[in-house]
C-alpha cells in the first residue's frame, strides 16, 4: 500500500481496491456508510493493515471482502465465520474482521454464528441487516419484520423474526452492539472498541435497501430510510435484548447492549489444557497486538 | 485513477469566527445522487446541482464554503466514497 496522502484523494482509498470502483451498491445503499466508518475506525485505532484480515460471505455485504485492499476472503455462502476461525486459529497475531449480511450470517450461517459465539472465537462480526436477501431478489429474510412485503411473501411475512443482539447476546457474545448508518461516529467509535475487545463482538448495522426492501414496503428511497433512523431510533445503552426487536415501522432501539469479559477459545483452551497437562502442555502462541 | 476533483478553499478571512475551517473535496463522476450529504449537512454547505455527471445522477455543489467546519460528516456518510471533508484550525482565532 503506498504510504503517501494525498489531501484531495478520500481517506478510504488507500484501503480500498480503487480499480474495482465504482462498487455495485445502489444509489442509497448504506454498506459504503460501513465501509467508511470501518477506515475511520481503522485510522483513529492506527492499525496495522498488515495484522488485518476482512472476511465476508455471500450476498451485497459480501462484497467488502473483495473491495478492501487487505488480506481479505470473499467465502462461500454463510460460511464467513467457519474461515475467520481458521484464520484467527492459525494466525492468532491478526485482527480478523468479518462483515457479513444478515441472510449469510445467521440464517444460512445461523448454526456457525451460535457455535462460535459459544465458544468465544476472537471474531469481531459486523453484521449489515437491511432485512432482506437483496442480491438474489428480495426473498423473506431472517429478520425481515412481521408483516412486510417479500418476494417470496407477497402478502406479508408471518414468521417471526430474529432479534439479533439477543440472539448474539444469549449465544456468549462478550460485546453487542446495534446502530444504524445513521449514527455514523457512534459506529465508529464501536469499532475502536471492538478492535481492541477480545472475544467474539457483534455489531448490528441497520442499514437502508431502497431497491428491494424498502421499494417494495413502500417505504421510500434511501434518504426516507435515513430520515427515519433519524427520527424513529432510540440510544438506549445497556437495554435489556429481549426489548430490542424491531417492527415494521416501529421504534428502533440502538446502543451498546452488552460488554462484558470471557476467556476466548484460545485462552480457554490453554487453561483447561494446561491445568489438566501441566508442563508437559505448550501453550498457544497467542500473540495478539491490541 | 481519479477524474478531476471539485475542490474549493475555505478563505482564512477575516469574516470567519469559528476555530475550524474546512474543505470540502467532490468526485462528481463517483456520485450516484443519494443525497446523504446535503441532508445531513450540519451546516448546510452543500446542495444537489441541477446539472447531472456523466452517469445521470445530480452530484452535490458547494454553495457555501464559508460555513464549511470540517467535519467530514459528508465523507462518512457518502457510500460511494465521493466526498470528503477536512478541517484546518483557524490560526486568527486560535
Redesign the interface.
Known amino acids: 500500500m503506498s504510504k503517501e496522502t494525498n ?7 488507500p484501503y ?1 481496491r ?2 474495482r ?3 455495485i ?9 460501513v ?3 470501518f477506515v ?1 475506525a481503522l485510522q483513529k485505532s492506527k492499525v496495522d493493515i498488515n495484522k488485518l484480515a476482512v472476511v465476508s460471505g455471500i450476498g451485497c455485504t459480501g462484497r467488502i471482502a473483495g473491495y478492501f485492499k487487505v488480506d481479505s476472503f470473499h467465502t462461500t455462502h454463510g460460511r464467513p465465520i467457519p474461515f475467520a476461525t481458521g484464520l484467527k486459529t492459525a494466525r492468532p497475531d491478526m485482527n480478523v474482521w468479518v462483515f457479513s449480511g444478515e441472510g449469510d450470517l445467521v440464517s444460512i450461517g445461523g448454526n456457525h454464528f451460535i457455535h462460535a459465539a459459544r465458544r468465544n472465537a476472537d471474531l469481531k462480526v459486523i453484521c449489515v441487516n437491511n432485512f432482506t436477501y437483496a442480491m438474489t431478489g428480495g426473498q423473506v429474510g431472517p429478520t425481515a419484520p412481521l408483516h412486510s412485503i417479500a418476494t417470496t411473501a407477497p402478502y406479508g411475512t408471518y414468521d417471526q423474526p430474529f432479534n439479533l443482539p439477543f440472539l448474539a447476546e444469549s449465544s456468549g457474545a462478550v460485546y453487542v452492539a446495534r446502530w444504524t448508518t ?1 449514527h ?2 457512534q459506529l ?1 467509535k464501536s469499532m475502536q472498541e471492538i478492535k481492541n475487545k477480545p472475544g467474539f463482538s457483534f455489531l448490528e448495522v441497520i442499514a437502508p435497501c431502497p431497491t428491494i426492501y424498502q421499494r417494495r414496503n413502500r417505504l421510500g ?3 426516507a430510510g ?2 427515519y433512523y433519524k427520527e424513529r431510533s432510540k440510544v438506549v445503552n445497556g437495554a435489556d435484548t429481549r426489548n430490542v426487536d424491531i417492527k415494521l415501522g416501529g421504534d428502533i432501539i440502538v446502543g451498546k447492549f452488552i460488554d462484558r469479559d470471557r476467556p476466548t477459545q484460545l485462552e480457554a483452551m490453554d487453561q483447561e489444557l494446561s491445568h489438566k497437562l501441566g508442563d508437559k502442555y505448550v501453550p498457544y502462541p497467542t500473540g495478539v497486538e491490541r | ?2 477524474a478531476a ?1 471539485v ?1 474549493s478553499k475555505g478563505k482564512n478571512g477575516t469574516k470567519k469566527k469559528g476555530k475550524f475551517f474546512g ?1 470540502v ?1 467532490i ?1 462528481r463522476e ?1 456520485c ?5 450529504c446535503v ?2 449537512c450540519p451546516t448546510k454547505v452543500l446542495a444537489l446541482d441541477e446539472a447531472m455527471n456523466e452517469k445521470g ?1 445530480h452530484p452535490p455543489i458547494i454553495v457555501n464554503i464559508e460555513a464549511c467546519n470540517g467535519c467530514d ?1 459528508c ?10 471533508g ?1 478541517r484546518h484550525r483557524n490560526k486568527e482565532v486560535g
Open positions: 489531501k484531495e484523494m478520500n481517506p478510504v482509498e480500498l480503487m480499480d470502483m465504482p462498487h451498491w445502489c444509489s442509497g445503499c448504506g454498506i459504503g456508510i465501509v467508511n466508518c475511520r445513521f455514523v461516529r465508529v428511497d434511501g434518504l435515513m430520515r | 485513477m481519479v476533483k475542490g474543505e473535496f468526485v463517483r450516484k445522487g443519494c443525497g446523504f441532508e445531513f445522477y460528516l465523507g462518512l456518510y457518502c457510500p460511494d466514497f465521493a466526498i470528503h477536512i
